[in-house]
């Protein structure tokens, strides 16, 4: 059977039947077997092919639409989300406009680069002083008004396809990462305050010393691999910052 397969590698011999089976599953996204919006095998036929119970097979399909991997819909069976959809794109968007929606912003300007990591690119993406990584940096803005400089560190491993300049720098994360078969977990953020030095003032086109909201956040895969740092200066002006607890 293929769950005694997978447990046979040992690669998940000490984790819990139902994270092998949410593993196994999500491989089939990754590599495009399973194909985005397509209605995946139902339960029973998965346990079966699994070779496990029913109720196994359950708990795993329920933390992958936890996780935002699946949805069921309701007599119609369950469904790959598009991770480049707008509203998961948008996900890790805590900055909100004056009307309550999710402030992603359009690309004013940005510029690529390639080099090796540096002390603290490693430590925060946990990355061999040897290995190589893209840097973004990027303005965004809203309605021609720009209120937020990036800079973002990407492992080169993992997004090849920046190499040739294939994937548009403007993407978020999640369509990359979906772009280069890498399935997203969770993030964190830390958000302290700080005063707008003269290069993120010019871009922003505000004074010098102007406060700003810093954004420190690290994006996880699902296999707990950091795969992006970035840094964020925003200036609120009318907008704010909406930290949702569960």
Same mark, same amino acid.
């Given at each position: 059977?293929?769950?005694? &397969?997978?447990?046979?590698?040992?690669?998940?011999?000490?984790?819990?039947?139902?994270?092998?089976? &949410?593993?196994?599953?999500?491989?089939? #996204?990754?590599? /495009?077997?399973?194909?985005?919006?397509?209605?995946?095998?139902?339960?029973?036929?998965?346990?079966?092919?699994?070779?496990?119970?029913?109720?196994?097979?359950?708990?795993? !399909?329920?933390?992958?639409?936890?996780?935002? !991997?699946?949805?069921?819909?309701?007599?119609? %069976?369950?469904?790959?989300?598009?991770?480049?959809?707008?509203?998961?794109? $948008?996900?890790?968007?805590?900055?909100?406009?004056?009307?309550?929606?999710? !402030?992603?912003?359009?690309?004013?300007?940005?510029?690529?680069?390639? /080099?090796?990591?540096?002390?603290?690119?490693?430590? &925060?993406?946990?990355?061999?002083?040897?290995?190589?990584?893209?840097?973004?940096?990027?303005?965004?803005?809203?309605?021609?008004?720009?209120?937020?400089?990036?800079?973002?560190?990407?492992?080169?491993?993992?997004?090849?396809?920046?190499?040739?300049?294939?994937?548009?720098?403007?993407?978020?994360? #999640?369509?990359?990462?979906?772009?280069? %078969? #890498?399935?997203?977990?969770? $993030?964190?953020?830390?958000?302290?305050? /700080?005063?707008?030095?003269? %290069?993120?003032?010019?871009?922003?086109?505000?004074?010098?010393?102007?406060?700003?909201?810093?954004?420190?956040?690290?994006?996880?895969?699902?296999?707990?691999?950091?795969?992006?740092?970035?840094?964020?200066?925003?200036?609120?002006?009318?907008?704010?910052?909406?930290?949702?607890?569960?």
């Amino acid at each position: 059977m293929l769950s005694e &397969r997978i447990i046979s590698t040992g690669r998940f011999a000490n984790r819990p039947l139902y994270l092998q089976l &949410r593993d196994a599953l999500a491989e089939r #996204i990754a590599g /495009g077997e399973w194909k985005p919006n397509a209605a995946i095998p139902n339960e029973s036929d998965l346990a079966r092919e699994f070779g496990v119970s029913a109720g196994t097979m359950r708990k795993a !399909l329920d933390l992958m639409e936890a996780e935002r !991997l699946l949805t069921r819909r309701q007599g119609r %069976g369950t469904f790959v989300n598009d991770q480049s959809s707008d509203e998961l794109a $948008a996900r890790f968007s805590n900055i909100r406009g004056a009307d309550g929606k999710r !402030l992603c912003g359009q690309v004013k300007s940005s510029q690529i680069t390639e /080099g090796p990591a540096n002390e603290q690119e490693c430590t &925060r993406l946990r990355l061999r002083p040897d290995e190589r990584v893209y840097r973004i940096h990027r303005v965004l803005q809203q309605k021609g008004q720009p209120f937020q400089v990036e800079d973002v560190t990407l492992p080169a491993a993992l997004f090849p396809e920046l190499e040739d300049k294939k994937v548009s720098v403007t993407e978020r994360i #999640i369509v990359l990462a979906q772009e280069c %078969g #890498i399935l997203l977990g969770r $993030a964190e953020e830390r958000v302290s305050l /700080g005063a707008a030095s003269a %290069g993120v003032a010019q871009k922003l086109a505000i004074a010098p010393g102007s406060p700003l909201l810093v954004l420190d956040r690290i994006v996880l895969a699902l296999d707990g691999r950091p795969i992006e740092w970035r840094m964020g200066w925003c200036h609120l002006g009318d907008r704010y910052y909406l930290a949702e607890m569960v």
